[in-house]
């Protein structure tokens, strides 16, 4: 009864707690004061009002934060949190000052407030480091959340949040590496080169384990299908079970192991999560990281000891100079060296001084700092590290708004800017074609529908004028244009999007198509123009490895047809994607165009580039459909399935809204449409219907050949089919193959001098090899594809073989390769001959 008592106490405070910390949300969106700031001093107002008040008080009693409430409950809600949501292509572009700062920049910072806090203060050295290393980790909660409110620069806000994520373990490491040498009391070579080599096991470690984690459940999650309950319990079991995995059986880091399976799920596995549980699991974990960050800020409130703070005050002081210092350090002479790096984007002094000044302390510290075992300087650490979470969350924290003020830095850039009035001429223009509608019921006063929709055009005309204001006065036409190519690139991702998630396009190609526009949009932003991107060059290097190999082990040839005929079906979805996505920027650009009154040469500049893009996807469209009617047709039949079930779906869930339909039922229902559409997805790769028997009767070699003695050389060739533009033969290669087309054109060449020059074309039902089966071939051709193509290949290793065992086919293939030989040269000593 005693330990019901006891749960039933703890469960009062927690979700007492929570119901303050619900007060505190309101109080401070309506002050616009940092939400963990005032969570921290509501927490000291209530542990002194315990200190009075004790017996009214006493549920408090029960709370206490401890190093493993904050290690194994908080922190993988808070880190999986932010990785999952953080942008990687982002992150991606600035690694480089992000690892910086998050390693040797941590290091560095150790250092520094280490030596600082030794020399004014006379605390042992190595503990004194471990002060400064407690000390160096950052926790940006306040300073994020603020970003997100005014709409900083999402560049600052991967460079703080990414620092965060990644500092974070490399403090914890360098901390326990510090604790085993302050515990054994003497340093070493042997004992720093294992300390490295921990650290690097440690890091690295725990991102294997988190990617490995996160890359399971993604596979899992892509094969529970519409099960919203599934969905969001692995990703929460995913956040735990990779800290916990990591930290306590591998012994790896289980903050990085958090951190990559976030980021894996939050990229790779992202888009395999259902469209209808997307939504309810972003809000799911935002709810989970306010719970976590609420009951943490008010638990380190409630545990600051304000006497224990006044009686180290002067101690506090040099540490405060300690952090302050060292990160100036780090931020203005660390951080301008890695931006000379070659292919690195330097950092603006602005966005140094924000995360000079944002660098605020937290989670991390406390849990290090209360987590020490026992020895001579570890109350004074914690009232230290606790002046100092104090120091930075109220003093930087509530001065860190003004200051992005004043740098300009709450200013919203130029393409929001934008964006903001856009949206006013889009909504007033959708009013505007909507109140007719008020008044088709005859009870809504035309007067008033009249007045509301002069509102609304004299609104459209303010906002016409702002943008072109903010044109003559900020904008030239080179910004114009890559702003249009910009917002013509996301509507035609937002294409690529809805047309997954009807299920038209598979996970792979749209994986690709995604790739491709992403880094045709960093490209826009960072240089301003279109690059050249290349889209899984590693992964088609290992496609041409591979096919090379089966050159040499032919049992994987089944394998390799199989992976080109997979390549050419996402090839050809890929087009109808391109071709559906440039149409509907077409559509809709003109449209656009005339509403917000862009200049035309920009609009004649955007349209020309997708009128040029459709026509080249319908032109590579026409090619596949005419090469391998079987992937168009079988297409299209999916695509009107689809549409069905589509329908299907819409249906219920409008029947289940109006209550028609018993919810349950529905859901049930809706559940196992939606998994007829996911087994709709994209195409599959089918078998194509093609006869070599037919196309072998053509070659002359065996054109006189009984059917019989033909079916058992068929029975030696092999499929093959490729893409365009891929080498059947390089020029300087000896083949020894018949070649059949049975789809597809392919065309000869040859290299003199640096020259290419076409020496012809073959097509479907014609062949090429014929001597060089009989061992006759030469070097000096190549023969490539120029459209996709699929042949028949018939080697002479082969049908060797054959011979060695059907002597009389022997007999009779090389009288008849004689034979044609002797017309050959006949043929040409005529065309000798004077006329």
Known sequence: MEHTSQVAEVIWAVFSLLLVALAILVFAKRTRLPFTV??????????????????????????????????????????????YNLDARQLRHNLAPVLTLAVPGLLISTGLIGGLVWLATGIPFTAALLLGAILSATDPVAVVALFRQIGAPQRLTILVEGESLLNDATSIVIAKILVGILATGMVSGEALTQGVADFFILFV???????????????????????????????TALAYLSFLLAEEVLHVSGVMATVAAGLTLGTWGRIRISTSVRVYLEHFWELMAFIANALLFLLVGLK??????????????????????????????????VGR??????????????????????????????????????????????????????????????????????????????????????????????????????IFSSRIAHRLALECERAIEEARRSIQELRDSEMSQAQETSLRYLRALIEEKAVYTEMYEKGHLSEGSFRELLLVLNMQIDALRYTGAFQHVHSHRFRRMLEQGFYRLTEYAQWLGPIAEHMRLSRIVKDYEQVWGHYQGSGHVLASLDEVAKLQSIPASVVDEVREKYRNWN???????QQVSEQFPEFATLMQERFGKRLILLAELEATEE????????????????????????????????????????????????????????????????????????????????SDALYLISRGVIQFTRETEGVTHNLGTLMAGEFFGERALMGHGTT???????????????????????????????????QRDQALRDAYRLMKEKQKEPE
């Open 38 to 83: 005032v969570l921290v001093l509501v927490g000291i107002g209530l542990a002194e009002l315990h200190n009075y008040y004790p017996d009214q008080l006493e549920i408090l009693d029960q709370l206490t934060i401890s190093p493993d409430l904050i290690l194994f409950v908080f922190l993988p809600t808070l880190i999986f949190e932010s990785s």
């Open 205 to 235: 470690g725990g991102i294997l384990v988190g990617t490995a984690l996160g890359y399971m459940a993604s596979k899992i999650i892509g094969w529970v299908e519409s099960e919203p309950f599934v969905e969001i319990g692995l990703t």
């Open 304 to 337: 600051v000891d304000l006497s224990a703070l006044l009686g180290s005050w002067d101690l506090l002081i040099w540490v405060l100079l300690g952090m302050i210092l060292a990160r100036a350090a780090i931020m203005f002479s660390l951080i301008p060296l």
């Open 341 to 442: 790096l070659p292919g690195s984007h330097p950092i603006s002094n602005t966005y140094k001084f924000v995360m000079f000044w944002g660098g605020l302390r937290g989670a991390i510290a406390l849990a290090i700092v209360l987590s020490l075992p026992a020895f001579e300087q570890s109350e004074l650490f914690v009232a230290l590290v606790m002046g100092a979470v104090l120091f930075t969350l109220l003093v930087q924290g509530l001065s860190i708004e003004p200051l992005m003020h004043r740098l300009g830095l709450d200013t919203p850039p130029l393409a929001d800017q934008v964006s903001f009035l856009e949206r006013d001429l889009i909504s007033k223009q959708r009013a505007i074609e909507r109140l007719p509608e008020l008044q088709k019921g005859g």
């Open 615 to 621: 026509k080249l996807s319908a032109k590579q469209l």
């Open 655 to 734: 029947q289940a809204e109006r209550g028609m339909l018993p919810k349950g039922i529905a859901e049930s229902m809706a559940a196992d449409v939606s998994r007829q559409i996911a087994a709709l997805r994209g195409q599959p790769v089918q078998q194509l219907q093609d006869d070599p028997l037919v196309l072998l009767k053509k070659v002359p070699l065996f054109a006189e050949m009984e059917e019989a003695n033909l079916k058992l050389i068929v029975a030696l060739t092999r499929p093959i089919t490729l893409s365009e533009n891929k080498y059947l033969i390089r020029q300087g290669k000896v």
């Open 780 to 814: 000096d051709t190549g023969v490539i594809t120029t459209t996709p193509c699929r042949l028949f290949i018939l080697e002479r290793a082969q049908l060797e073989d054959l011979l060695d065992d059907q002597p009389e086919i022997r007999t009779a293939l090389e």
